[in-house]
């Protein structure tokens, strides 16, 4: 075979899994990879290997799917932002038809694999993809409130690992939504503070209020405080077999005080440096607290 079509090849697979990546959101989907193989961890007292990778598939399935209808949804929004404008959708690499398929396919793929788990930790998984992209992603640009929608499907994954683990949904697994749930506020506000004029070009409302203003910040304040006492409301062993000890709560809460600095500077300096300090401090938090968290379980 000619050298020129053996590179030609090349260049087309590179470019199709490279598309592949952004229109599944690699990144993100394994960071929700994670979170729910750390809520899984957090309900089992042996690890089963088999369930865990499922469990990894499925999710990053079920996230894929979601982020492809997301961008086969936003395509004209996506073209006015430079974030979001050399995506495969808008750039034309990828066809509408081709997403979409691809869409579909990683849906049922995703509620198979975690169907096979058990029912419940499908039916979570279908939940979340009809309110990412049939409820969150159409009031983007009619609402702020889509940001309040949004956080529901973001707060599964944590608690559906505990309902993969042990196929209910109780006080621990509603736990684990409610920290991730609250969570989502400071992250994204921070994101959409950063993000303001860019979001504004393509006419989505992410911020409290649509504005960015102390008043917004005032809002990712009081969400940091409650996501704070949430996250240590296990030290009082009142939720079920999910609880974590004393000195888990003060690390959890250092965390969490860390993310509330940052708020309180940006209510400040309104700079955007910033905002993406709070931003990288949020990413910090949810990820250590979910290891901390599985840490604390295994030295129970």
Known sequence: MDSTVITETKIIKNTLLTDLKQLTKMGLSLSVVFSSIAGYFLAVETVHIPTVLLLALG??????????FNQVIEKEPDALMKRTKNRPLPTQRMSVNVAMT???????????????????????????????????????????LSVFVGAIPGAIPFMLGWVAATNHFGIEAGM??????????????????????EYKKAGFNMLPMNTKDKGAVKQIILYTTIMILVSVIPVLKLTGAFYIHSITAIIVAF????????????????????ARKLMLASVLYITLVQVVYVVDKFLH
């Open 176 to 197: 684990l939504f409610m920290i991730q749930f609250f969570w989502q506020f400071p992250h994204f506000w921070a994101i959409g503070w950063l993000q303001f004029e």
């Open 59 to 68: 999710g990053y399935f079920m996230v894929g799917a979601s982020n492809a």
């Open 102 to 144: 691809i869409a579909i396919v990683f849906t049922l793929f995703g509620i198979a694999i975690l169907y096979s788990i058990n029912p419940k930790t499908a039916l979570f998984g279908a939940i979340s993809i009809f309110l990412y992209t049939s409820v969150y992603t159409p009031l983007k640009p009619v609402t702020p």
């Open 255 to 274: 965390l969490g005080f860390i993310m509330l600095f940052y708020a309180v500077k940006l209510h400040k300096s309104e700079e955007n440096s910033d």
